[in-house]
């Protein structure tokens, strides 16, 4: 019998006919973006949803980070300290500004930025740190604060995985300078393609403002340099509908997680990333860690589940320090921890509407 193709994770679509009720008055309004009805909607929402004090919309996840940086007017060339364990719009993001990123090492037990190693990379140079909540696992953000405060440095959180996690009981998107999420059609929660930057000065506001809207601040009016990076009403409105799926769609995914967890713990070779007691979790990926006792490697794994057509990814690697456009070009740091995670990491599919039969066939197949 010939199995259907299973990919890593599966675009969430809310009802069919709730979307075309939805953007019938925005089809008959005729007004299909610049910051319309829909979108002023999807801000007050989402941030009540996310519990953050201000948001802005963008017209992905990408650029909402290339603009906060830029919005943050850092000297040309200064240097923001990242982890390449990451998507490489992290770091594309940073020297897109003209900035040089320092890539610090990552722990083993989250793959977050090891932050007992930020302190010895800081320059008179240094600009910025920009960790990433990567897979949703949070960084730790005391530690972190302590050192941006003690150097006077800016910190923005690439928090693209973390949609919708709490910490300590206020939303992700409140610590730091600002975070940036990603609303792409992969993503937790998505708008098709979008993104948002989040953050408490209400003058990152104004300033992303110019940035996503070309500066322009009347008909005849233009005050700053600025690009294009708006969420389109369409985009609006599949957020909204999602929005109100949300929920049920991490709970979907939570189950199908944990049925891996406690399926897979017990097979040999196989680790999972540490949980933190005081942050929540929003089920975005499925991560799992290939140690030499595990009876393949991790590449031999991905390979015979994509014979079975099952098409696993290798999020993260290679490490975006290693990717042909950033390799040899900045400051050689060691990255072994990085390196291992990218090493033995494989992503496993888990979206709302996998099948609980795959899942267990997944395991099965895992088991070896
Ligand atoms: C998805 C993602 C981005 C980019 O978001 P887009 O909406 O695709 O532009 C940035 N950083 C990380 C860590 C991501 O996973």
Wanted: a neutral charge; proline letters at 3%.
């Amino acid at each position: 019998m010939v199995q259907e193709r299973i990919l890593v994770t599966q675009s969430s679509m809310p009802p069919y006919d709730e979307f075309i009720q939805a953007i019938r008055p925005l089809w008959d309004s005729c007004w299909l973006t610049n910051m319309g009805a829909y979108h002023k909607e999807l801000e007050i929402k989402l941030k009540e949803y996310l519990d953050v004090p201000e948001i802005s919309l963008m017209v992905n996840g990408h650029m909402a980070l290339e603009l906060v940086i830029q919005s943050m007017g850092f000297p040309k060339g200064a240097e923001v300290i990242t982890t390449p364990f990451t998507f490489v719009s992290t770091t594309h993001a940073i020297v897109r500004n003209d900035l040089k990123p320092v890539f610090c090492d990552v722990k083993m037990c989250d793959g977050t930025i090891d932050e007992t190693k930020i302190e010895e990379l800081i320059t008179e140079n240094t600009a910025a740190i920009l960790p990433v909540h990567v897979y949703g696992n949070i960084c730790n953000i005391e530690a972190i604060q302590n050192i941006a405060d003690k150097y006077g440095l800016k910190v923005i959180y690439d928090a693209a995985h973390a949609f919708g996690v709490k910490y300590k009981g206020k939303g992700i998107g409140c610590y730091g300078d600002a975070s940036t999420f990603s609303f792409h059609a992969t993503k937790v929660f998505h708008t098709i393609e979008g993104g948002a930057v989040t953050f408490s000065d209400k003058k990152i506001y104004d300033k992303l403002y110019n940035l996503k809207n070309f500066g322009i601040r009347g008909e005849d009016l233009v005050v700053a340099v600025g690009a294009n990076a708006k969420m389109n009403e369409f985009s609006a409105v599949m957020g909204l509908c999602n929005l109100r799926h949300i929920d049920t769609a991490m709970h979907e995914r939570k189950i199908r997680y944990q049925a891996y967890r406690e399926k897979l713990q017990s097979i040999r070779g196989m680790r999972f990333f540490e949980d933190n007691p005081l942050a929540g979790k929003n089920y975005a990926y499925m991560p799992v860690l290939i140690t030499d006792d595990y009876h393949m490697t991790r590449d031999g794994l991905y390979e015979y589940l994509k014979q079975k057509n099952i098409f696993t990814r290798k999020y993260f690697y290679p490490l975006t320090s290693e990717q042909a456009c950033f390799k040899n070009k900045y400051k050689n740091v060691q990255l072994d921890h990085a390196r291992e995670l990218s090493k033995r990491v494989l992503a496993l599919p888990i979206y709302e509407k996998l099948d609980m039969q795959n899942v267990y066939r997944i395991i099965d197949l895992l088991k070896g």
